[in-house]
């Protein structure tokens, strides 16, 4: 923490002497760009030219100037799916000056769920690392999880090992698992607490998610082996407070609020608050699971609900800050807590049900996040720092073996994941610090310079009663993850601007040390060290207003987490001997765009070359291990197209091939090399998604909105051992899966009020998942929602 703070204070004063002296003839203007419903309009681009300025708005949709006073400006401001505005204003004397814009929703635009990145807007066009950008604008009248919301898209796949809070396995084009990093406003999630996962997190509280495949800007300091989703917190300019409730099958609950306020001198200062709960019993039916029949135990195969599988997080967040002061454009400090308690129906495989094994989890976070621009925009600094403590305790001591109608026989043995003779207790105690770092510098008009850093610190204390006293002590002392993470860019504007370059070059270490864990038996220490630099180039070519080529290359890191490092000693064994991931990533990709954005389509493809691939090995049916199992070549491409019909009816479609197969073994040859060749298990390889949407303005009822919509989503059968040993009379194979949901929402005037309905698995079908875990059948879920604010 002493490094950190001699960061900040070194950072700050650097960046201080730098915003030099403003004449008094001169003065600051705000601008909050909004929509008509006042609602916050992040990515805007804003140009004074009389001025030679130009800038985008940031998150809240603001944007600030230095401009002379008492004079007239033209200000020309355009955004996606608005009409441009050309605005003149007068520049008042004697006093800084905020404004808000207001744009016009465009004529042939549709209140979108999905935005993609095939956009109008020059500011979105300049970026040769293109997001795709889902808005929840529409979506948060609606009962939609952020993992339905994000497997409606092109190249993503998310896969759950059950019901609501299960864990969740996020495929990107070619890399999954961990390979893909999450941000919340750009810190990586796994910093922040355990409420923050992707599969928790409530639409209430985002604005919007992005999508990065493949290639990875330096700005995020990540280690990310081949895409990142960051999700954009939402924050309102304007006071408001937005509640919601929503309530559905299986007995499932979610609440959610979000709220802010301005005050002081200038409505300088501001109070962010938001959160959420959510609980399921998640106790769906199973099909071909062994049921009892008899006083004997003898067992067939039928069906049963899930009874031991009751999931409940809650999540609290406060930010408080103070904006557009002389040394600081933002200076904003968090404090967050959550809590997820689990019961947990099986482990890896829903092979035998698990009645009594249970965790807790508790999460407390607080950092200090410093932002300021340079006039202009020629430069730019953020500096973060923050803390997470995190306890997990899990309890699997029950001397019972269950069948999946409830019933159960005693056992010698405590623990049903069968781990030790006397079961499990583990309470797991996490310590991170964190720092990020990232300057900008603009050296001229087409060149400008990034550098970046992220330093984490995880000690990690492990006590367990149960086990043996001597394991006990081999685990007494912390155990210690160092990981850093550097980064420099050089983007570059050529051919007038319509050829976009990003050079990068990044430098990632880690140093682990961590107990062993051979024979479930706790061995001595063993220290793991790494130094590798990754670098890559990213091309972006605008022929005109309607093309678009992109081409880039990288080769990345992804180094090992605790979580896959240490374990959790229940479902997860540690291993500290992980190498990190390696990866040559290509990807390639068209887009074309008619006029008015009325239709869009893209394709790209993409290759990935991935050493020391981190797989969760399966030891046994409860019990799995992360190694260095694999080296894969994945070619793949996705398609996407999105048509607007007529007025307020837009459809679109995607779908995604992935061909990923082995292409060497462990050396210790825990994958016989006879699979050389064969295409990776339990890794889906065709699938795609449909999407129908009706929006309509209710002239008639206040100048209501109501949206319709219609989701189809396909995976195509898939193995889930390797396929030269597959047979489906076993169960071996996945199948085809075609699964329909819809959903309606009904929006006030102004968005004050909302009642959403939604329908998952209209039909009904059987639906298999990670590890062919079946998951939940046909549900219903409705919410309402209720906005206060001007």
Same mark, same amino acid.
């Given at each position: 923490?002493?490094?950190?703070?001699?960061?900040?204070l070194?950072?700050?004063?650097?960046?201080?002497?730098?915003?030099?002296?403003?004449?008094?003839?001169?003065?600051?203007?705000? +601008?909050?760009?909004?929509?008509?419903?006042l609602d916050?309009?992040?990515?805007?681009?804003?140009?004074?030219?009389?001025?030679?300025?130009?800038?985008?708005?940031?998150?809240?949709?603001?944007?600030?100037?230095?401009?002379?006073?008492?004079?007239?400006? =033209?200000?020309?401001?355009?955004?996606l799916?608005?009409?441009?505005?050309?605005?003149?204003?007068?520049?008042?004397?004697?006093?800084?000056?905020?404004?808000?814009?207001?744009?016009?929703?465009?004529?042939?635009?549709?209140?979108?769920?999905?935005?993609?990145?095939?956009?109008?807007d020059?500011a979105?066009?300049?970026?040769p690392?293109?997001?795709?950008?889902?808005?929840?604008?529409?979506?948060?009248?609606q009962?939609?999880?952020?993992?339905?919301?994000?497997?409606?898209?092109?190249?993503?796949r998310? !896969?759950?090992?059950?019901?609501?809070?299960?864990?969740?396995?996020?495929?990107?084009?070619?890399?999954?698992?961990?390979?893909? !990093?999450?941000?919340?406003?750009?810190?990586?999630?796994?910093l922040l607490?355990?409420?923050?996962a992707?599969?928790?997190?409530?639409?209430g509280?985002?604005?919007?998610?992005?999508?990065?495949?493949?290639?990875?800007?330096?700005e995020?300091?990540?280690?990310?082996l081949?895409?990142?989703?960051?999700?954009?917190?939402?924050?309102?300019?304007? /006071?408001?407070?937005? +509640?919601?409730?929503?309530?559905?099958?299986?007995?499932?609950?979610?609440?959610?609020?979000?709220?802010?306020?301005?005050?002081?001198?200038?409505?300088?200062?501001?109070?962010?608050l938001?959160?959420?709960?959510?609980?399921?019993?998640?106790?769906?039916?199973?099909?071909?699971?062994?049921?009892?029949?008899?006083?004997?135990?003898?067992?067939?195969?039928?069906?049963?609900?899930?009874?031991?599988?009751?999931?409940?997080?809650?999540?609290?967040?406060?930010?408080?800050?103070?904006?557009?002061?002389r040394w600081?454009?933002?200076?904003m400090?968090?404090?967050?807590?959550?809590?997820?308690?689990?019961?947990?129906?099986?482990?890896i495989?829903?092979e035998?049900?698990?009645?009594?094994?249970?965790?807790?989890?508790?999460?407390?976070?607080?950092?200090?996040?410093?932002?300021? @621009?340079?006039?202009? /925009?020629?430069?730019s600094?953020?500096?973060?720092?923050?803390?997470t403590?995190?306890?997990?305790?899990?309890?699997?001591?029950?001397?019972?073996t269950?069948f999946?109608?409830?019933? @159960?026989?005693p056992k010698?043995?405590?623990?049903?994941?069968?781990?030790?003779?006397?079961? =499990?207790?583990?309470?797991?105690?996490?310590?991170?610090?964190?720092?990020?770092?990232?300057?900008?510098?603009?050296?001229?008009?087409?060149?400008?310079?990034?550098? =970046?850093?992220?330093? =984490?610190?995880?000690?990690?204390?492990?006590?367990?009663?149960?086990?043996?006293?001597?394991?006990?002590?081999?685990?007494?002392?912390?155990q210690?993850?160092?990981?850093?993470?550097?980064?420099?860019?050089?983007?570059?504007?050529?051919?007038?601007?319509?050829?976009?370059?990003?050079?990068?070059?990044?430098?990632?270490?880690?140093r682990?040390?961590?107990?062993?864990?051979?024979?479930r038996?706790?061995?001595?220490?063993?220290?793991?060290?790494?130094?590798?630099?990754?670098?890559?180039?990213?091309?972006?070519y605008?022929?005109?207003?309607?093309?678009?080529?992109?081409?880039?290359?990288?080769?990345?890191?992804?180094?090992?987490?605790?979580?896959?490092?240490?374990?959790?000693?229940?479902?997860?064994?540690?291993?500290?001997?992980?190498?990190?991931?390696?990866?040559?990533?290509?990807?390639?990709?068209a887009?074309?765009?008619t006029?008015?954005?009325?239709?869009?389509?893209?394709?790209?493809?993409?290759?990935?070359?991935?050493?020391?691939?981190?797989?969760?090995?399966?030891?046994?049916?409860?019990?799995?291990?992360?190694?260095?199992?694999?080296?894969?070549?994945?070619?793949?491409?996705?398609?996407?197209?999105?048509?607007?019909?007529?007025?307020?009816?837009?459809?679109?479609?995607?779908?995604?091939?992935?061909?990923?197969?082995?292409?060497?073994?462990?050396?210790?040859?825990?994958?016989p090399?006879?699979?050389?060749?064969a295409?990776?298990?339990?890794?889906?390889?065709?699938?795609?998604?449909?999407?129908?949407?009706?929006?309509?303005?209710?002239?008639?009822?206040?100048?209501?909105?109501?949206?319709?919509?219609?989701?189809?989503n396909?995976?195509?059968?898939?193995?889930?051992?390797?396929?030269?040993?597959?047979?489906?009379e076993?169960?071996?194979?996945?199948?085809?899966?075609?699964?329909?949901?819809?959903?309606?929402?009904?929006?006030a005037?102004?968005?004050?009020?909302?009642?959403?309905?939604?329908?998952?698995?209209?039909?009904?079908?059987?639906?298999?998942?990670?590890?062919?875990?079946?998951?939940?059948?046909?549900?219903? @879920?409705?919410?309402?929602?209720?906005?206060?604010?001007?």
């Amino acid at each position: 923490m002493k490094w950190v703070g001699l960061i900040m204070l070194l950072s700050l004063s650097i960046h201080i002497s730098h915003a030099g002296y403003r004449p008094v003839d001169q003065c600051r203007v705000t +601008l909050t760009i909004v929509d008509e419903n006042l609602d916050v309009l992040p990515g805007a681009y804003v140009e004074i030219k009389e001025a030679n300025q130009k800038a985008i708005s940031d998150m809240n949709g603001e944007v600030s100037f230095i401009l002379d006073q008492g004079i007239s400006y =033209t200000l020309h401001v355009r955004s996606l799916g608005f009409e441009t505005l050309l605005r003149t204003v007068q520049i008042p004397a004697n006093r800084d000056f905020e404004l808000q814009i207001v744009l016009k929703t465009a004529i042939t635009d549709l209140v979108e769920v999905v935005v993609t990145d095939n956009s109008q807007d020059a500011a979105i066009r300049d970026l040769p690392y293109k997001p795709q950008v889902v808005s929840l604008n529409s979506i948060r009248a609606q009962p939609i999880p952020v993992t339905t919301i994000l497997n409606q898209l092109p190249g993503i796949r998310i !896969r759950q090992e059950g019901g609501a809070g299960s864990d969740a396995n996020i495929m990107l084009d070619g890399i999954d698992g961990k390979g893909v !990093r999450i941000f919340i406003d750009g810190v990586p999630v796994y910093l922040l607490g355990a409420g923050y996962a992707i599969n928790t997190l409530s639409p209430g509280m985002i604005d919007r998610i992005e999508i990065y495949k493949g290639t990875i800007p330096v700005e995020f300091g990540s280690d990310a082996l081949g895409g990142v989703i960051n999700v954009v917190s939402r924050y309102g300019n304007a /006071d408001y407070a937005d +509640l919601s409730y929503s309530y559905g099958s299986w007995n499932t609950h979610e609440a959610s609020f979000s709220g802010r306020k301005k005050f002081g001198a200038h409505r300088k200062f501001f109070v962010n608050l938001d959160g959420f709960y959510n609980y399921s019993d998640n106790n769906y039916w199973m099909d071909d699971v062994d049921v009892v029949v008899d006083e004997l135990f003898n067992t067939e195969k039928g069906r049963a609900r899930r009874f031991h599988d009751q999931f409940e997080s809650a999540l609290a967040r406060f930010q408080f800050g103070i904006r557009n002061v002389r040394w600081a454009d933002e200076l904003m400090v968090m404090a967050s807590y959550s809590q997820v308690n689990r019961e947990w129906q099986h482990g890896i495989r829903a092979e035998v049900p698990w009645g009594e094994v249970t965790s807790d989890q508790e999460s407390q976070n607080v950092s200090v996040s410093w932002k300021k @621009f340079g006039k202009a /925009d020629k430069w730019s600094a953020l500096v973060t720092a923050g803390y997470t403590h995190d306890n997990l305790h899990f309890v699997d001591t029950a001397r019972k073996t269950y069948f999946w109608d409830r019933n @159960f026989v005693p056992k010698l043995n405590g623990g049903e994941s069968a781990l030790y003779s006397n079961g =499990t207790s583990p309470n797991i105690t996490t310590k991170t610090w964190f720092s990020r770092e990232s300057f900008s510098y603009a050296l001229d008009g087409r060149h400008s310079l990034n550098l =970046t850093a992220l330093l =984490t610190h995880d000690e990690v204390t492990l006590v367990n009663e149960v086990l043996p006293i001597e394991d006990q002590e081999e685990l007494l002392p912390a155990q210690r993850l160092l990981k850093n993470y550097a980064g420099l860019s050089l983007a570059s504007k050529l051919l007038g601007g319509k050829l976009t370059n990003t050079l990068s070059v990044k430098h990632f270490y880690t140093r682990s040390s961590g107990v062993t864990f051979d024979n479930r038996i706790v061995g001595p220490r063993e220290t793991n060290q790494f130094s590798i630099f990754g670098y890559g180039d990213v091309l972006q070519y605008q022929f005109n207003a309607q093309i678009i080529l992109n081409l880039g290359y990288e080769f990345t890191v992804r180094q090992p987490d605790a979580d896959e490092i240490f374990g959790n000693y229940l479902t997860v064994a540690p291993n500290p001997s992980l190498s990190p991931e390696k990866s040559h990533n290509v990807n390639f990709g068209a887009e074309f765009n008619t006029v008015g954005n009325r239709f869009n389509t893209g394709v790209t493809a993409f290759y990935r070359n991935t050493s020391d691939r981190i797989f969760l090995n399966a030891v046994t049916f409860g019990l799995a291990r992360y190694e260095n199992l694999l080296t894969t070549r994945a070619l793949g491409m996705e398609f996407q197209a999105n048509y607007l019909i007529i007025k307020g009816l837009r459809a679109s479609i995607n779908a995604t091939y992935q061909d990923i197969t082995l292409q060497e073994t462990d050396p210790q040859s825990n994958i016989p090399n006879r699979y050389l060749g064969a295409r990776v298990p339990n890794t889906p390889y065709f699938f795609g998604n449909g999407q129908l949407t009706y929006s309509q303005n209710l002239e008639g009822l206040g100048n209501g909105k109501i949206i319709v919509g219609y989701d189809f989503n396909y995976v195509h059968e898939f193995f889930l051992t390797w396929a030269e040993d597959g047979r489906a009379e076993t169960k071996d194979i996945i199948p085809t899966q075609a699964l329909h949901n819809i959903n309606l929402s009904w929006m006030a005037p102004k968005d004050r009020w909302s009642i959403g309905f939604e329908c998952r698995n209209l039909t009904d079908e059987r639906a298999f998942d990670n590890f062919s875990v079946q998951r939940p059948g046909r549900s219903f @879920f409705v919410k309402t929602r209720l906005f206060l604010g001007s």
